[in-house]
């Protein structure tokens, strides 16, 4: 997954090679990792494709099939290894990802507590940022998952970023060896409150915890315990909608999803026997440009914690809070008086 060069340093511009994990992209809603072998073919409907041929091209390349038909080989990114990667439990998406990222200000060479690993979806993303001198800890309860993870982490290539450890954080808590040695935690737990005083002795004065939980029940008590030890909390709720641009007549969008299909106040109508076409500047007739129009995806999609085989999905809130000693608590009270 993280392509590194001896020097140490990333890199996807390198070919690929026989060995290698690509992202086999049909289209934009069938993607699938697959393992490069000189022996091997890839079959689907576009044809017969042989592993051989895609030795010792670029990643992004266009490879064509027996029946003429192609796909793109691409870099397994950890944006797009979220989208192909086994659910062996819920897992967190780009939206979710790049905000808890971005909050527990994740940088190279920075130390990060994960519980738990789970599907590993996360972890990827976490071990990208903060590669190439940094390292993440996962944990999980669940051995048979941590191994199916450690497989994960080997095959994508970020197996020395990463150590999977198999442990109860809400009983047991963090390891004591990383007392006071984490830039960063993130916690995605039934009962997050019980490792919140675990992870506060892990951090650093200015680390970050992150608690990602399903209900709001969840986060109430979490943020009631976090008060002790951590200043500055927040809660967000992550809201996705795509949308979809094409060229195509007005009438072929439905205006009641708020898309106007009426002219501009003051603006001439066309009289109906020249709406079809437009005088050009030497006297040829013009065909009339297609609008181009915008509106969402008939769903709208919020992060969400249900498994694939949950009858109902529930709406995820992400906690952030900062790390304070006492003094800093004190500080910050008297300037508020």
């Known amino acids: 997954m993280l392509l590194v060069d001896p020097e140490k340093k990333l890199s996807f511009t390198r070919t690929i090679q026989n060995g290698d994990l690509v992202i086999v992209y049909e289209k934009h809603d069938s993607m699938k990792a697959v393992k490069v072998s000189e022996s091997s073919v890839l079959q689907n409907r576009f044809g017969m494709f042989k592993h051989s041929d895609w030795i010792g091209k670029p990643f992004g390349s266009k490879v064509f099939s027996n029946k003429g038909g192609f796909v793109h080989l691409l870099a397994p990114t950890p944006e797009l290894w979220t989208l192909v990667l086994s659910h062996r439990t819920q897992i967190l998406y780009i939206a979710d990802i790049s905000l808890v990222i971005m909050y527990l200000e994740v940088v190279p060479g920075c130390v990060v507590l994960e519980s738990g690993t789970g599907s590993g979806s996360l972890t990827t993303s976490l071990a990208r940022a903060v590669a190439p001198t940094g390292h993440v800890f996962t944990f999980d309860f669940h051995e048979q998952r941590a191994a199916s993870a450690r497989e994960d982490f080997e095959k994508t290539g970020i197996s020395s970023y990463v150590t999977v450890g198999v442990r109860d954080i809400q009983g047991q808590g963090f390891p004591e060896e990383h007392v006071g040695s984490v830039d960063a935690v993130f916690l995605d737990l039934p009962q997050p409150w019980l490792a919140i005083p675990s992870a506060a ?79 050009g500047d030497n006297g040829g007739i013009l065909a009339p440009a297609l609008p181009v129009m915008t509106k969402p995806c008939s769903e709208a999609k919020a992060t969400t914690t249900a498994t694939e085989d949950d009858d109902t999905a529930t709406t995820t809130k992400i906690q952030m809070a900062s790390m304070q000693q006492e003094q800093q608590q004190q500080q910050q009270h008297y300037m508020q008086a």
């Open 201 to 279: 002795k892990m951090l650093r004065q200015d680390g970050v915890l992150c608690s990602f939980s399903p209900c709001i029940e969840q986060v109430q008590r979490s943020c009631e315990t976090l008060r002790s030890n951590f200043t500055d909390i927040r809660t967000f709720e992550i809201l996705l909608r795509t949308y979809e641009v094409r060229q195509g007549k007005l009438d072929s969008f439905d205006g009641d999803e708020g898309i106007s299909t009426g002219s501009r106040p003051g603006k001439r109508k066309q009289p109906s026997s020249d709406r079809s076409s437009l005088q």
